[in-house]
């Protein structure tokens, strides 16, 4: 079946520009993370989806960074006034949730997007 | 927070080599662990977990991982690599928050594994 996919795979953008960023998760899953992947490092949780509840925003590093999701679908992770920091590989995960003792269930990941601040 | 580390930053192995990679987190309470690996181009995939019961643990490709409280540890291992399990590695925590309900994933940096045919 089709997994996670993230669009687009990469986007150069220049300093002070937004940038919006998409994914698709697995149909089914109901449970959405962001994380960002700089050069060097490990993944950093961004932002956390979940149905209805209110979305996990702990993760996102300043005000600039914001993310929508509608319903059990589509998210965008967007940018506003890029600066060269933000550079990272940008991951979605999704997952199954059904209960409140599952942190278990596997994300599974999409492929990314390379955003490049010049 | 918690936080993981894993303390090889790049291992090169000959084909048949034994494995080991090391990972410690930093949490005192329940914890379900990961490893994940991204082979070259492709997707972070899950290699295997441990959430209960048996602390050894056994996953894809013959790889398995030990589960060890006492010294917060998670290390993952393989008896023979093959010039395929050349990738990235990274191991990852998450904690059953009953709060804002996230088990958002805590990750290390990472190993590379090049293996040499």
């Known amino acids: 079946g089709a997994g996670v996919s993230q669009s687009p795979s990469n986007k150069v953008t220049e300093k002070g520009k937004d940038v919006e960023l998409r994914c698709d998760p697995i149909?089914?899953?109901?449970?959405l993370y962001w994380y960002r992947q700089r050069l060097g490092q490990g993944l950093e949780f961004l932002i956390y989806?979940?149905?209805?509840?209110?979305?996990?925003k702990s993760g996102l590093p300043s005000d600039r960074f914001s993310a929508e999701r509608t319903g059990e679908s589509v998210s965008t992770l967007t940018i506003q006034r890029t600066q060269q920091e933000d550079s990272a590989v940008y991951l979605c995960?999704?997952?199954?949730?059904?209960?409140?003792?599952?942190?278990?269930?596997?994300?599974?990941f999409g492929p990314g997007t390379r955003l490049t601040v010049t | 927070a918690q936080s993981v580390s894993q303390h090889n930053h790049h291992v090169i192995l000959s084909e048949a080599a034994s494995l080991e990679l090391g990972c410690n987190y930093s949490?005192?309470?329940?914890?379900?662990l990961f490893w994940y690996v991204q082979y070259p181009g492709q997707h972070l995939q899950l290699l295997l977990k441990?959430?209960?019961?048996?602390?050894l643990v056994k996953g894809i490709k013959g790889f398995e991982a030990e589960f060890i409280k006492s010294k917060f540890s998670f290390n993952l291992r393989k008896p023979s690599v093959q010039w395929s399990d050349t990738a990235e590695y990274f191991c990852?925590?998450?904690?059953?928050?009953?709060?804002?309900?996230?088990?958002?994933?805590?990750f290390g940096k990472g190993t590379k594994l090049s293996v040499i045919p």
């Open positions: 995960a999704s997952s199954l949730r059904t209960g409140p003792s599952d942190g278990s269930y596997e994300q599974y």
């Open positions: 149909s089914g899953h109901t449970a």
């Open positions: 989806f979940q149905g209805n509840s209110a979305p996990d």
């Open positions: 949490y005192g309470g329940t914890v379900n």
């Open positions: 441990y959430f209960s019961g048996d602390p």
């Open positions: 990852a925590v998450n904690v059953g928050y009953s709060g804002a309900g996230s088990y958002q994933l805590t």
